[in-house]
């Protein structure tokens, strides 16, 4: 990532860019000096617009599409706009039910998908929550639920949060004590150890030869191994909200659309990106040329971190240059202030 750099602006100069850029962003249409001069509060006369605009459109802040038009900002004049925004801003919060909303969810995935939806929701633009993979997470107890004869519930609850369940089916037939004496046997031999390390102990068990164990261990072992396989630590990426960008963006060149949603789709892409992105903790945008890809020049991303160490993750949203990006940055720094508190919370 490369941030275009925006040279010192004077007062009044930084007025006319921000007036023309929000208003570009509200309008979606080239912003006249007439229009400029007109605003009431601003006492500039038209000569003087004019020839500030002349001035910014020199520097590359803002461009005319067309020779009789008004102007438009550029990349680096929506970079001057962001930094003006960032300057003197205070934290944001997530309105109060919504941070209730994130509280009531029964994971820390099932909060993340909510959050992915509600900044989608809140910014008009693509929203995304991002929890990378957690290799440190520890098991805090496994269940054995019957729900017939030959078929079990495995359930295995992380001391992350995260919840994993799958149905097993059995051999023969089980009795419920004998699923109880199994999952006690287990988390007394795991509770509290990496889950890395109980598949891979496990696994070893069961390649030893089958008379080392009586039947009950065995069985305990096999569905244990069953369950760990639907909780095996990985990178999770929930996505909302690209059927309004396209309605909303429709005159994007349709291959510049196709990478947009190969790249929800995949997600590994949106990832990668990510990484790449973020520099530090706290709030980060990437606007435009910034990006490396030469696909995702038209978009912005506004992304910020959540948590610390190996519970920390990201939120952001994903849209077009021309982004709403007061309402933006809003969303997402109060967003990611909501999740690290519920993340401090349930570790606690």
Not at 94 to 110: C, G, H, N, W, Y
Not at 126 to 134: E, M, R, S, V, Y
Not at 265 to 281: M, Y
Request: proline letters at 5%; one cysteine or more.
């Amino acid at each position: 990532m490369a941030t275009i750099r925006s040279t010192t602006l004077g007062e009044r100069d930084r007025r006319i860019l921000a007036a023309l850029v929000s208003s570009y962003i509200e309008a979606g249409e080239p912003v006249s000096s007439l229009w400029l001069a007109e605003r009431p509060g601003f006492g500039f006369s038209s000569a003087t617009v004019r020839n500030i605009l002349a001035r910014l459109e020199a520097s590359g802040y803002v461009r005319q599409p067309h020779t009789s038009a008004g102007r438009v900002p550029t990349d680096r004049g929506y970079r001057a706009y962001v930094d003006q925004l960032l300057n003197g801003r205070r934290p944001s919060r997530a309105a109060p039910q919504i941070e209730a909303r994130l509280r009531r969810a029964s994971t820390v995935p099932d909060a993340l998908q909510d959050a992915s939806h509600e900044l989608s929701r809140m910014s008009h633009q693509i929203g995304f929550a991002f929890a990378p993979a957690d290799d440190g997470a520890t098991l805090r107890h496994i269940e054995f639920i019957p729900l017939d004869s030959r078929r079990v519930l495995v359930v295995l609850v992380a001391t992350s949060g995260d919840i994993a369940h799958k149905v097993v089916d059995v051999e023969e037939e089980v009795r419920p004590n004998d699923l109880h004496q199994a999952a006690n046997y287990l988390n007394t031999q795991f509770a509290g150890r990496a889950l890395v390390e109980v598949r891979d102990e496990i696994e070893a068990r069961l390649r030893k030869e089958r008379m080392l164990y009586d039947r009950l261990v065995e069985r305990a072992l096999r569905l244990a191994a069953s369950g760990l396989a639907a909780i095996s630590p990985s990178d999770t990426v929930f996505i909302q909200g690209a059927s309004l960008l396209l309605e909303e963006n429709a005159g994007f060149p349709i291959e510049t659309l196709r990478t947009l949603l190969r790249m929800i789709e995949e997600k590994h892409r949106l990832v990668r990106l990510l990484n790449e992105c973020i520099e530090g903790s706290g709030l980060t945008i990437v606007i435009g040329r910034e990006h490396v890809a030469p696909d995702l020049q038209p978009f912005s991303l506004v992304v910020s971190t959540y948590g610390e160490g190996p519970r920390a993750g990201m939120v952001g949203v994903l849209g077009p240059t021309r982004m709403h990006y007061a309402r933006a940055i809003a969303v997402v720094d109060g967003m990611s202030r909501a999740i690290t508190s519920i993340l401090g919370d349930r570790t606690s």
